[in-house]
């Protein structure tokens, strides 16, 4: 199963809007309804911040949205805030191998 | 409060084999997948495999096929992953993490990590 693609690294200013990308298959990300986002500050721990596409855990802030059209998922943070500098990474269930494969991973820089 | 505490970090050495705990708390273990997901220094993050803390059943990814174990000790609240015939590209933190919606992701609790390093 390969590895989904996202873009290396996004930038965006403080207050502003930006969207990461993921890019699979049919047999993933377009076949199903299972991307989840993950948000990583270095050192640190994977936290769920989107699962389902569009499902927010309790606690995560709504500034954290996503959606899917096709093969390709998006996260889209709105309102940008030093603190959202970290690394992104979405997931998606894979039927036919009933397996999860994660993207490379995008680095956020809040300028 | 719902957690997953891990085992310490380890030093091996190629071809040796190493096993990690996990340890949950705070909710009903067999009512959760438990994924194991790893990261290389500086890499990606990288699922591993799963299991079904209810049946014990097991999934994994076919590039860890025929090295990796899971197994889960129920009356411990206690998932276990092995991986033999370690390779110094093995070198990553171990993660295991509670799968939200079963096989299908969402892994909404995560341990700590345990750091494995493969070393001559």
């Known amino acids: 199963q390969s590895a989904l693609t996202q873009p290396a690294s996004v930038s965006g200013s403080p207050g502003q809007s930006i969207t990461i990308s993921c890019t699979g298959s049919?047999?993933?990300?377009?076949?199903?309804?299972?991307v989840s986002w993950y948000q990583q500050h270095p050192g640190k721990v994977p936290k769920l911040m989107i699962y389902d596409v569009t499902d927010r855990p309790s606690g995560v802030s709504n500034r954290f949205s996503g959606s899917k059209s096709g093969n390709t998922a998006s996260l889209t943070i709105s309102g940008l805030l030093a603190e959202d500098e970290a690394d992104y990474y979405c997931s998606s269930y894979a039927g036919s191998s009933s397996s999860l494969v994660f993207g490379g991973g995008t680095k956020l820089t809040v300028l | 409060q719902v957690q997953l505490v891990q085992s310490g970090a380890e030093v091996k050495k190629p071809g040796a084999s190493v096993t990690v705990s996990c340890k949950a708390s705070?909710?009903?273990?067999?009512?959760?997948?438990m994924h194991w997901v790893r990261q290389a220094p500086g890499q990606r993050l990288e699922w591993m495999g799963w299991?079904?803390?209810?049946?014990?059943?097991?999934k994994f990814s076919q590039k860890f096929q025929g090295r990796v174990t899971i197994t889960r000790d129920t009356s411990a609240t206690t998932a276990y992953m092995e991986l033999t015939s370690l390779r110094f590209e093995d070198t990553a933190i171990y993660y295991c993490?509670?799968?939200?919606?079963?096989?299908?992701?969402?892994?909404?609790?995560w341990g700590q990590g345990a750091m494995v390093a493969v070393s001559p």
């Open positions: 299991i079904n803390t209810g049946n014990g059943n097991t």
């Open positions: 993490a509670r799968g939200y919606r079963g096989n299908t992701g969402a892994l909404d609790i």
């Open positions: 705070g909710y009903t273990f067999t009512s959760y997948a």
């Open positions: 049919s047999n993933d990300v377009g076949g199903y309804n299972y």
